[in-house]
């Protein structure tokens, strides 16, 4: 079945500088990859997604980029300021199962 | 327009006593799911139901049971609580149509004694 691996599972940056987080997945049957960040004792929110037919997307601080190739695709934060402090998933949807796989999750720490 | 809604919020359950968690959801989706967080962990997938009478198994379904008699609510039953089953639950929604974004609730604190 589908697996997603996500790493690292602890990434401490610096105020200011930028965060990556990056994410494989195994089915090449995918096609919507989105990220949710969730703050300590809340629930899971969506921050940014991208489609199989796309190569990258822009939010504001936030991107995301696939590689179907490789079957990965990352999540790019930059000037990382304290309240992006959280626990980030990346997620692979396929249709067929009507499911996101999920991967286990991303702290980051945002260092004053 | 609340979008997903789950009640209640805190519950404590002694080993062997039996509860519904009730999701609700405003925004006529199709599709819902029960996930499990257990403390620094991921989302674990209960149940889940792809419309109204529908239900399917998830990852890790043993101890539980759903039911979705009606499109906007997803129930799960716990018939005979375990303090394994200590978690914090979370019920989401999406689309049809554009069936990819989920949306969740804000989930309930189970503690079983």
């Known amino acids: 079945g589908e697996n997603v691996e996500q790493h690292p599972s602890t990434l401490s940056v610096q105020e200011g500088d930028s965060a990556v987080i990056k994410c494989t997945y195994s089915d090449s049957a995918s096609n919507y990859f989105p990220w949710y960040k969730q703050e300590l004792g809340k629930r899971p929110q969506l921050i940014i997604d991208i489609r199989s037919n796309v190569g990258e997307k822009k939010d504001q601080r936030i991107a995301v980029t696939l590689n179907k190739t490789a079957k990965h695709f990352s999540l790019h934060i930059t000037e990382t300021q304290p309240e992006d402090s959280a626990v980030y998933f990346c997620a692979a949807y396929m249709d067929s199962n009507y499911q996101l796989i999920w991967g286990a999750g991303t702290k980051l720490i945002i260092k004053p | 327009n609340a979008g997903v809604t789950q009640t209640p919020k805190f519950r404590v359950l002694k080993t062997g006593q039996s509860m519904t968690l009730l999701c609700a959801q405003d925004?006529?989706?199709?599709?819902m799911y029960w996930y499990r967080q257990d403390p620094g962990m991921g989302l674990r997938l209960i149940h889940y139901?792809?419309?109204?009478?529908?239900?399917a198994k998830g990852e890790v379904p043993d101890g539980y049971n759903v039911s979705r008699l009606k499109k906007q609510n997803f129930l799960l039953g716990l018939e005979s609580a375990a303090p394994s089953q200590t978690s914090v639950y979370f019920c989401?929604?999406?689309?049809?149509?554009?069936?990819?974004?989920?949306?969740f609730g804000s989930g309930t604190r189970l503690t079983v004694v």
């Open positions: 925004m006529n989706h199709e599709y």
């Open positions: 139901s792809v419309g109204e009478g529908t239900t």
């Open positions: 989401a929604s999406s689309d049809r149509g554009t069936i990819y974004g989920y949306t």
